[in-house]
């Protein structure tokens, strides 16, 4: 009974969202009590396979390079986010709830929480069930359990890997607790359409939360010059630039953080970049008063035929 009191939960949750995150909209609302303490929280987001997970999980390397406690979050029904750090496939928040018949007092933090490589601790929130519910309702109960557990007291960063476009106020739960949003862009139409739907998304929660942008990760790119051109329009600037090299590709194939990969030039070019950035990130980045662009005029200013 109590699973399936919770499944409708899953399915309700959108519907008994408040308005007020963006006009017209149906979001998930944010408990006040459900804060993430004093650890710095970013959101990365992004067109589906441009690289989000790749980027957060050496990002959060990065950080615990520079001494930090991280935790990254994984908020993809693929729950394929912390691979490289742990070498597996972690079991989901949703996967062990349901174990338990949703009763979460029975749970153990050794159930949901994996240490992965340089003690970056590892979450994977997982999905409702195909076609229900809503992701922002399984990201609420991934903070709460964590709070619960006291897991957020003792950290000082956290990363969201949510996947791909925004569509809905699910997607968009995470920016409810960040800091700070990070777009991770190729420099093609496709992704910085994307990215200007998230750019929306990210100014419609900022009327509620405090989360802002924090600025543009060119992934998987040689040059930068149409996310240069969007930038200057929409009111953003690139962050780090990471180029399109076959170690990047492969170390998902070895299970494997960049920063554990045999060392090259290049690759050390870019583990360079990604201390940087996290380098950059903690010190504080300047939120940007970033604005969306209409759809008709993104077509004309990157010439879209």
Known sequence: MNVVIDRRKLAQSCGDAKKGDGEGSLQVKLDPAVKLGTAKVFAVY???????????????????KLGKRVLQIGCDPKHDSTFTLTKQMLPTVIDVLESVDFHAEELRVEDFVFQGYNG????????????????????????????????????????????????????AAPLQHADRAVIVAANDFDSIFAMNRIVAAIGA??????????????????ATDQIDRYNEHAGLKTLA?????????????????????????????????????????WAGVTPLDAHALKDRDIFDLLGYD
């Open 205 to 222: 929660k900022a009327k509620n939360y405090g989360v802002r942008v924090g600025g543009v990760v060119a992934n998987r790119s040689a």
């Open 241 to 281: 630039h990471f180029p399109d090299l076959d170690a990047i590709r492969r170390s998902r194939l070895k299970k494997s953080t960049l920063f554990e990969m045999d060392s090259t030039p290049e690759l050390e070019a870019v583990k360079t970049e990604y201390m940087r950035l996290a380098a950059q990130l």
């Open 46 to 64: 992004g067109k589906g396979g441009i690289g989000k997970s790749t980027t957060s999980s050496n990002l959060s390397v990065a950080f615990s």
């Open 120 to 171: 970056v601790m590892c979450v994977e929130a997982g999905g409702p069930p195909a076609g229900t519910g809503c992701g922002g309702y399984v990201v609420g109960q991934t903070v709460k359990l964590l709070k619960e557990h006291h897991l957020l007291e003792d950290t000082d960063v956290v990363i969201f890997d949510v996947l791909g476009d925004v569509v809905c106020g699910g997607f």
